[in-house]
C-alpha cells in the first residue's frame, strides 16, 4: 500500500483517510477493508470467538459467544450507514448519530443479507429484545431461548423452538462480511460511511486528542 507505514491501529488511520482520498480505488479499498476493519475485527471480536469455539467446553460458553456476535452486529449495522452512537433528544439518524439501538439492530437484521433471510419484522425485534438486550443487560436470554452450538441445531435461528445456533451465526456474520467487502469496493455511500465511522472513533482515540491539544 502507499502509506508510509502499515495499519498497526486507530492511531494509523489518518493516513490512510489521506490515501484513500488520493487513491479511490476499488483495489484500495480492497486493502482498507482487510488492513483497516478486519485486523480490528479480528482482534477483538472474530479470533476471541474462534479461541472459545475451538475448545468445544460445552459449559455454557455459547452466551458469550452469542453476546459478542450481537455487540458486534450493532457494530457492522453502525458501520454500514456511518453512524455512531450518542444519547440526545434528537431524530434518529439527523447527522449521522443514533441512540435507538434497537432500530439500527433491527432494520440490519430485516434488510441485510444474510439474515434479512431468517428474519421478519416482528422476529429481528423479538431476537433484539429476547436475545440481544438479555444477555447485554441481564447475562441471559429472555424467554424459552437456548444457545446452540453446530451438531445441536441445523438451523441459524428456529423461532418455533427458540433456539438460535451460534455457530451459525458465525458463518452468516462471515458471509456478510464477504459480501460487504464486494459491495464497499464499488459503493460511494459506503464508502463515504465508512470513512465518517472511522473518523468518529479515531476521535476517540489518545492520539487524536493529543493532537487537538497541540493544535
Known amino acids: 500500500m502507499g502509506t508510509s507505514s502499515p ?120 431476537f433484539y429484545v429476547d436475545v440481544r438486550c438479555g444477555l447485554i443487560h441481564e447475562a441471559q436470554t429472555k424467554g424459552q431461548w437456548v444457545v446452540k452450538s453446530a451438531c445441536g441445531s441445523d438451523r441459524m435461528i428456529d423461532f418455533t423452538t427458540f433456539t438460535v445456533n451460534r455457530d451459525i451465526f458465525s458463518d452468516k456474520i462471515a458471509e456478510y462480511l464477504d459480501h460487504y467487502q464486494q459491495e464497499l469496493s464499488g459503493s460511494a455511500p459506503l464508502q463515504e460511511a465508512f470513512i465518517r465511522k472511522f473518523d468518529h472513533l479515531f476521535s476517540n482515540t489518545a492520539e487524536s486528542h493529543a493532537a487537538t491539544e497541540i493544535g
Not at 456476535?69 to 453502525?78: D, V
Open 7 to 126: 495499519y498497526r491501529s486507530l492511531a494509523d488511520w489518518p493516513a490512510h483517510r489521506a490515501f484513500i482520498l488520493a487513491n479511490s480505488s476499488a483495489h484500495t479499498w480492497k486493502e482498507i477493508f482487510d488492513n483497516c476493519l478486519m485486523t480490528r475485527l479480528n482482534s477483538r471480536y472474530l479470533d476471541p470467538i474462534r479461541w472459545i469455539q475451538e475448545r468445544e467446553l460445552r459449559q455454557g460458553e455459547g452466551f458469550t459467544i452469542l453476546t459478542i456476535q450481537c455487540a458486534l452486529i450493532e457494530f457492522l449495522a453502525a458501520l454500514r450507514l456511518g453512524f455512531r452512537f450518542e444519547r440526545g433528544n434528537y431524530k434518529h439518524g439527523y447527522d449521522f448519530r443514533y441512540w435507538d439501538s434497537k432500530c439500527l439492530f433491527v432494520d440490519f437484521l430485516r434488510h441485510v443479507a444474510p439474515f434479512a433471510d431468517h428474519f421478519t419484522a416482528r422476529q429481528a425485534l423479538k
